[in-house]
């Protein structure tokens, strides 16, 4: 079993930051993609960035140049640095992630967190 904790959201103030973290745990081999998605209420659920295994990035034009994905492979942990954050940016943030499970197989299978809430006030 795998399971992906989400932490860091909270209230900000328009044009404030806030760092968004998550951390895979339980019987991983290994872990390709992760990614950062979000729902606002409702609105459908979407990308907010990704990042390959091997550190290559998207972003969703809503925070280019605002939001920063990274990761600490060592860790199986995914980070996500929003800057000038607007009060559009407020939703439940989920993290994702394509998790390699036996040494013996390379199928990947997709696993979410419990989603963190990030508020921002104008």
């Known amino acids: 079993q795998v399971h992906l904790v989400e932490s860091g959201g909270g209230l900000v103030q328009a044009g404030g930051s806030l760092r968004l973290s998550c951390a895979a745990s339980?019987?991983?081999?290994?872990?390709?993609?992760m990614g950062w998605y979000r729902q606002a209420p409702g609105k459908q659920r979407e990308v907010v960035a990704h990042?390959?295994?091997?550190?290559?990035?998207n972003y969703a034009d809503s925070v280019k140049g605002r939001c920063t994905i990274s990761r600490d492979n060592a860790k199986n942990t995914v980070y996500l640095q929003m800057n000038s954050l607007k009060p559009e940016d407020t939703a439940v943030y989920y993290c994702?992630?394509?998790?390699?499970?036996?040494?013996?197989?390379?199928?990947?299978?997709?696993?979410w967190g419990q989603g963190t809430q990030v508020i921002v006030s104008s």
């Open positions: 339980g019987s991983i081999f290994s872990i390709n993609d």
């Open positions: 990042i390959t295994s091997g550190g290559n990035t």
């Open positions: 994702n992630a394509a998790v390699r499970l036996y040494t013996w197989n390379t199928a990947s299978y997709a696993y």
